[in-house]
């Protein structure tokens, strides 16, 4: 009968600090391997020298996205808008009130 109670035991506070830390510690070594591949990239364009040629680049793909943004943003002719705030049944399944 004790078998049975300690499967569905739910997992207590000292096992729950050990999977966060276990994830933080995961984190950081992500984060750290992240870092030094823009060390790696930093160092290729450098050693290209084409470090002008690709500012110039990024600042032309960060114009494209910010106009694809501003695009997006402003309604299509004919494309519905209106909200469904008149239907307040619409989305609310499963919702607790």
């Known amino acids: ?27 950081q070594i992500a984060q750290e391997r992240i870092n030094e591949l823009y060390g790696v990239i930093d160092m290729y364009i450098e050693y290209k020298k ?3 040629k690709f500012k110039k680049y990024l600042d032309k793909k960060l114009e494209e996205i910010k106009n694809n943004d501003n695009n997006r943003n402003e309604p299509i ?14 989305g609310t399944e499963g919702v607790r009130s």
Not at 10 to 27: A, F, H, N
Not at 77 to 90: A, L
């Open 1 to 27: 009968m004790s078998k049975s109670n300690q499967h569905n035991k739910k997992p207590g506070i000292k096992d729950v600090v050990k999977v966060v830390s276990s994830i933080i510690q995961e984190l």
């Open 50 to 52: 084409d470090d002008k």
């Open 77 to 90: 002719d004919g494309e519905y808008t209106e909200s469904d705030s008149g239907n307040e049944e619409v």
